[in-house]
């Protein structure tokens, strides 16, 4: 009897409303919706802190270009750090352009070409700076495992031939990719574009493999102890620049790498890299500046920048120099 109640209690009650395949449709719809707002809000985020870094970068490496340059007295790492500044201050204006696009969403589209220009002068950039890292490291290496050598032999103009060697081959390779992958000197091919990529891939791990190598046995030969004189040309500032592409500069180059060899890489490092790339260019400056940096006094920023480099006990022979030569004059 008891039974047969519940039957009917459950025959009278009202069906429970089953979800139809519309409703579900409905809901992944109204999940995916929800989805992509919060990854073009985190994309807005990440792409105004790019902006907000390389407007700071400009600064900082402008303010480097403009005292290295008007500076009459130059060691060859404030050479390389010339180089370097103008490197990170033409990625760095070309970076800013080019994601203008991607924060203003469908308000505004450049051309094609400019985007192609924007993006090769970028590499093009990229690949000069990783280069001068590079060659500054081996050559503080060189002068920290070899002080005679570097002191008495060193050709007097390596610095200014290696930068310009430099700026050529990496223009070279930039005209290269530039008639192979685009239109900008007639009709692209495909399998020689891809060589060349291949062949800068191949570049930048050498590149990095070299920087990684020199700058450690720097390390070590700076921890060794106290029984040999501290390198010169302050070797502290060339290997928090390698960290800092290590973690912040390299990201922007895999990427773009793994984008023209269509090698697969997650949708959220596009942006990622971006900023990394901006960190990387804005940061370096605030290193030289806070490394040379005094404690307790203010200092002007070109005192700075010279000592940074590891410049002061020669400043100062230079700086006696002319007075001698002054008072010699006078008398």
Request: a neutral charge; one cysteine or more; glycine letters at 8%.
């Amino acid at each position: 009897m008891q039974g047969h109640q519940e039957k009917e209690r459950a025959a009278a009650a009202p069906p429970v409303p089953q979800p139809t395949m519309e409703s579900r449709e409905a809901g992944q719809r109204a999940g995916a919706a929800d989805g992509a707002q919060e990854d073009v809000a985190f994309n807005l985020v990440i792409l105004s802190l790019t902006e907000g870094l390389g407007l700071g970068g400009l600064l900082g490496n402008g303010a480097v270009l403009w005292l290295l340059s008007s500076n009459v007295y130059r060691n060859p790492f404030a050479i390389y750090l010339l180089d370097v500044a103008c490197a990170d201050l033409i990625f760095l204006g070309c970076h800013m352009v080019a994601i203008i696009p991607d924060l203003l969403q469908g308000q505004l589209d450049f051309p094609g070409f400019v985007q192609t220009s924007l993006a090769t002068l970028r590499f093009f950039c990229y690949i000069v700076g990783l280069s001068l890292l590079v060659a500054v490291s081996v050559e503080q290496c060189l002068a920290a495992l070899f002080p005679a050598w570097y002191s008495c032999r060193r050709p007097r103009h390596l610095t200014t031939c290696v930068c310009a060697l430099t700026w050529a081959c990496c223009l070279l390779l930039h005209l290269l990719l530039s008639g192979a992958c685009t239109q900008f000197f007639g009709e692209p091919s495909r399998h020689l574009c891809r060589t060349l990529w291949l062949v800068a891939a191949v570049l930048l791990a050498v590149l990095c493999c070299t920087m990684c190598g020199a700058s450690l046995m720097l390390l070590l030969q700076v921890e060794r102890g106290p029984q040999r004189p501290p390198p010169r040309g302050f070797p502290t500032l060339i290997l928090l620049a390698v960290l800092l592409f290590l973690f912040c500069g390299l990201p922007f180059g895999i990427y773009w790498l793994s984008r023209n060899l269509l090698w697969h890489i997650p949708h959220y490092f596009y942006h990622f890299s971006f900023l990394t790339a901006a960190v990387y260019c804005a940061a370096k400056p605030v290193v030289y500046f806070c490394l040379g940096s005094a404690q307790g006094r203010r200092l002007p920023l070109r005192l700075v920048l010279q000592r940074a480099l590891g410049d002061e006990a020669e400043l100062g022979a230079v700086r006696e120099t002319s007075r001698r030569g002054l008072v010699d004059i006078a008398a």
